[in-house]
């Protein structure tokens, strides 16, 4: 499972084999790759970043050998990247992009070779501009490592009290982990839930009909039917009521459903399809099952008067 880890606030300078090995002795991480925000070594506040049309980029440093945990890169890419390149998830002209330095004395530029890549992987997905050089390269434009972000992989899911370890040396740390844990205790209370309003519901429906046609079953025990039959009519009726309900809820529920969805681009809620799907088996067994044990399977014989 994976999590992601924040150096705290710019300041100061970081090491980040320091924070790096930290991070991995707190957590046992199998394997983590990082990448620090960088900025002149006199300039705490200022910036380095690549601009593509009105968006600013930062330009971010990372260790080479934690560069294929991030992005997919071929021999060629990462021989450029140790040689100095910039690698980045932008558009490349010749071959060279234009770095933007904000530093005490204002803002100025530089040339660095570069070379594009694919969209980054699951940890980077959503930066667009993503962009990052080697020690070597930050180091000879007089630019320094301070907050970063590490993406971290366990063998087993990232618990509350690991997230919390890192939070207390100071390191913010998030994972969706507990989260999905906590919707999967939730799925399946929901199933739970569903079962038992479906005991109850259709237990008392059963129940209340048969005790209107107690001289019906009393009739059919006098003439041979033995309590299993009783007990199968039981359980189909249950069963009928299951499959009524559970098909007015999905007439229902799925609509709704596909129109809170969300659509790219547009608000909406996640909806728990398989969840929502496993409810329908649930409500159909359990109305069976209860069906057949609510229904008396045996009566005493009682006088019928034509």
């Known amino acids: 499972m994976t999590a992601s880890v924040w150096e705290s606030e710019k300041g100061e300078p ?8 930290t991070v991995r002795e707190l957590t046992g991480a199998s394997s983590l790759a990082a990448w620090f925000y960088l900025s002149p070594a006199e300039a705490p506040n200022g910036w380095v970043s690549t601009v593509r ?7 971010h440093m990372v260790e080479p050998d934690h560069l294929s945990g991030l992005i997919d890169v071929d021999d060629a890419t990462q021989e450029a990247f140790e040689g100095g390149a910039l690698i980045t998830t932008g558009r490349v002209d010749d071959e060279i992009v234009t770095l933007t330095i904000k530093d005490k004395e204002g803002r100025h530029q530089a040339d660095i070779p570069a070379v594009a890549v694919p969209v980054p992987k699951s940890g980077l997905a959503g930066y667009r501009g993503w962009s990052a050089m ?12 301070r907050a970063g972000t590490i993406q971290i992989t366990l063998d ?12 207390a040396h100071g390191m913010d740390a998030w994972s969706d982990d507990p989260e999905r844990a906590w919707l999967t205790r939730m799925q399946y209370s929901g199933l739970a839930v569903a079962g038992l309003l ?22 059919l025990a006098a003439v041979g039917a033995d309590p299993w039959t009783r007990r199968r009519m039981g359980a189909m009726h249950g069963l009928f009521l299951g499959l009524t309900g559970t098909g007015l809820g999905l007439a229902i529920g799925v609509p709704a459903g596909l129109a809170l969805t ?9 909806m728990a399809w398989l969840p929502t799907i496993a409810v329908v088996p649930v409500l159909l067994i359990a109305s069976w099952l209860v069906g057949g044990l609510v229904t008396p399977s045996r009566f005493a014989i009682t006088r019928r008067v034509a």
């Open 14 to 21: 970081v090491d980040p084999a320091k924070v790096t090995d």
């Open 134 to 145: 080697s020690p070597g390269a930050a180091a000879e434009l007089g630019l320094v490592p």
């Open 53 to 59: 049309g009105h968006d600013r980029y930062d330009v």
């Open 156 to 167: 087993g899911p990232v618990n509350s009290d690991t997230l919390n370890l890192l939070r």
């Open 198 to 219: 479906a005991v109850l519901v259709v237990g008392t429906a059963v129940a209340l009909a048969a005790a209107e046609s107690r001289g019906d079953v009393a009739t």
């Open 262 to 270: 969300q659509i790219d681009g547009l608000p909406g809620i996640d």
